[in-house]
C-alpha cells in the first residue's frame, strides 16, 4: 500500500467503542492505514457495559493484553456467570454459567441424562453439575486447566470492569500503537456530492477531519449512520419494552461475588456488578409501568451499600440500525443499536463488529457486495441475541405486576417459538450458524425458567439405572473437590491483580 498516501480510518466518538476499535484496528493496520479518533471531552459517555462475557478474552489476546495489568488497571473482578434472580417467579433463582453442564455421553447432550435421572429421583437441580455455577455460588476463582480430575472441562471466565477506565486503559495501548486522538466536538457531518459517501466530520473550531472510512462510535445519536446517511432502526421495543435505565454506584458490601446478578424488579430488572472499589447498579424498566422517580427509589432501596451518588437516568429503544455498514460508514456500540445488558452482549457485539470488519477490511472504496456481508452477519447476531433475551421474560409465570403479565402474554419471534416448541417437545438444542449463544447457555435459561421437556433422546435409555446414578453423584463429587480447593475470589484477586489504593480511594 501507499505508505505516503494512507488510507484514513476515522473514528468518531471515544468511550468504550471508540477506543476498542482504535486499540484493535491500530496494530493491525500500520501499513498503509492511518487511525484517527475524534472525540470531546465535554461529551459524556454511557459507560454502563461493565459486564463481559468469556468471548472479550480473544480481544486482549489479539492485543497481548497483560491479564493482571488490564485488572489491575479498570478495578476488575472475575465473572463465572449471571444470576437471575425472580424471573421465573418470584423466588426462585437460577445462573446462566459460562462452560459446560455435565458431560455428554457419545452423541447424546447431558440434558438428555439429566432428565432421565431426574425422572428417576437421581438428580439435583442442573447448576450442581456445572463447574461454574458451583464455584460461583461457592465464592472460588482460579485459572487454568482443573487441578483435581482431568475429567473435568476447563471453567471459562470473564470480567467486570469500569468501563471509564477501561477506556483510558485502551487509550494508551491505541495510541502507543500510532493511533491519533483529535480533540474536538463534531457539529457537521460533510457528504461527497458524487457519490454520497461521509468526507469528513467538522468539529466546532471550524476544523475539518477527512477521512476515507468512519466508524460511527458516537453513541445513541449516531451522528453518521442515522444523522447523515438516515439509515433506519428496526424497533424491537414490543418484544423487548424496556427503556429506561437508572444507574449508580454504591460502596461496597455483601458478597464479593464472582458473577453479575439480574433481579426481577416489578417493572424490569436490577442489575448487581461487583468491581474492586465498588458496585455498579442499575435498575433496567419500562417506562409505560413505572414513573422515573419510583424507578429510582426502588435502585436506592435495593443496594448493598451507600449511593455514591444520584441515579443517573438514560434512555433507550430497544433494536439495530437497518444497515450496520451504510455507504463508508461502519456502526459500532450504541450507534449500531442497543439491547438491554442483560446478558452482557454490549461488549462483545462491539468486539464482533471489530472482527468482521477486520476479516472485511476495505481498501479506499467500500465495496457494496462487502457491506451487505457484513450487514447479513450482524443482522443475524443481533435477531438471535434479541430472542435469547426475550425468552427470559416470555417464560415467566409471574403475575404480581401488569408488567410480567404482558410480557408472558407477548407473541414472540417465529425462530424463538421454534427453539421453545423443539426442546419442550424432546429436548433438543441446536445451535444455527454461529449464534452467540451455545445449546448450554440455552439449557440452562430453559430449565432455569421453567421449561422442561417432555421427553428425553431413547438413546439416554440404554444406561442402566444403576450406573445412571453413580454417574450424576461422580459428576457432583468430582466438581465440589474441585471448588474446595480454590480460593476465594477476593483471596485470588489480593494475590494477583488487586488495584492501587489511590484508586480504591477515587
Not at 435421572?117 to 463447574?131: D, E, I, Q
Not at 402474554?409 to 421453545?420: R, V
Request: hydrophobic share 40%; aromatic share 10%; charged share 20%.
Amino acid at each position: 500500500m501507499d505508505s505516503e498516501n494512507p488510507i484514513t480510518i476515522v473514528i468518531v466518538g471515544g468511550g468504550t467503542a471508540g477506543w476498542m476499535a482504535g486499540a484493535l484496528l491500530a496494530p493491525f493496520t500500520q501499513n498503509g492505514y492511518r487511525i484517527r479518533l475524534v472525540e470531546s471531552d465535554e461529551i459524556g459517555t454511557v459507560g454502563v457495559g461493565e459486564a463481559t462475557i468469556p468471548q472479550i478474552n480473544l480481544y486482549n489476546a489479539a492485543l497481548g493484553i497483560d491479564e493482571n495489568a488490564f485488572l489491575k488497571a479498570t478495578q476488575g473482578t472475575f465473572k463465572l456467570g449471571i444470576e437471575f434472580v425472580d424471573w421465573w417467579q418470584p423466588g426462585e433463582r437460577y445462573m446462566h454459567a459460562f462452560g459446560s453442564v455435565g458431560r455428554d455421553i457419545g452423541v447424546v447432550p447431558f440434558q438428555h441424562y439429566w432428565h432421565r435421572a431426574r425422572s428417576l429421583g437421581v438428580a439435583k437441580s442442573l447448576g450442581h453439575y456445572a463447574l461454574n455455577e458451583v464455584a460461583a455460588r461457592a465464592g472460588r476463582m482460579q485459572r487454568g486447566r482443573p487441578r483435581t480430575s482431568d475429567q473435568l472441562a476447563d471453567m471459562p471466565y470473564a470480567f467486570h470492569f469500569d468501563a471509564g477506565l477501561y477506556a483510558n486503559f485502551l487509550r494508551q495501548h491505541a495510541e502507543t500503537q500510532g493511533a491519533e486522538r483529535v480533540e474536538g466536538r463534531v457539529v457537521e457531518v460533510a457528504l461527497n456530492g458524487e457519490s454520497g459517501d461521509v468526507a469528513a466530520v467538522v468539529l466546532s473550531d471550524g476544523r475539518s477531519i477527512a477521512g476515507d472510512i468512519f466508524i460511527d462510535c458516537s453513541g445513541f445519536r449516531g451522528l453518521l449512520i442515522e444523522g447523515a446517511l438516515n439509515t433506519g432502526y428496526d424497533d424491537w421495543s414490543r418484544w423487548l419494552p424496556c427503556n429506561r435505565a437508572m444507574a449508580v454506584p454504591c460502596e461496597n458490601g455483601g458478597d464479593f461475588t464472582p458473577y453479575t446478578r439480574a433481579t426481577a424488579r416489578n417493572a424490569g430488572w436490577q442489575w448487581r456488578i461487583p468491581l474492586q472499589h465498588r458496585i455498579g447498579n442499575g435498575y433496567v424498566y419500562c417506562a409505560d409501568y413505572i414513573s422515573d422517580d419510583e424507578a429510582a427509589a426502588a435502585l436506592l432501596a435495593n443496594l448493598d451499600g451507600a449511593p455514591q451518588g444520584e441515579p443517573r437516568a438514560l434512555r433507550f429503544v430497544t433494536g439495530k440500525r437497518r444497515r450496520f455498514w451504510n455507504r463508508n460508514v461502519i456502526a459500532l456500540g450504541l450507534a449500531s443499536g442497543f439491547m438491554e445488558p442483560l446478558e452482557s452482549t454490549s461488549i462483545h457485539l462491539i468486539q464482533s463488529g471489530l472482527s468482521r470488519l477486520l476479516k472485511m477490511l476495505p481498501r479506499r472504496c467500500c465495496t457494496p457486495a462487502d457491506a451487505a456481508e457484513y450487514n447479513r452477519q450482524s443482522d443475524f447476531e443481533f435477531e438471535r441475541i434479541r430472542d435469547f433475551l426475550i425468552l427470559h421474560y416470555k417464560a415467566t409465570t409471574r403475575d404480581d405486576t401488569p408488567f410480567w403479565r404482558d410480557r408472558s402474554a407477548m407473541d414472540i419471534p417465529d425462530t424463538l417459538q421454534a427453539k421453545i416448541e423443539l426442546f419442550r417437545a424432546s429436548g433438543h438444542i441446536f445451535r444455527e450458524h454461529e449464534e452467540l449463544f451455545t445449546e448450554v447457555g440455552w439449557l440452562q435459561v430453559l430449565i432455569g425458567q421453567g421449561i422442561l421437556p417432555d421427553a428425553h433422546h431413547p438413546l439416554a435409555d440404554a444406561v442402566e439405572d444403576a450406573d445412571l446414578a453413580q454417574y450424576m453423584e461422580t459428576l457432583e463429587l468430582l466438581i465440589a473437590r474441585e471448588v474446595r480447593q480454590m480460593p476465594s475470589h477476593g483471596d485470588f484477586i489480593a494475590a494477583q491483580c488487586r488495584a492501587k489504593a489511590m484508586a480504591l480511594a477515587s
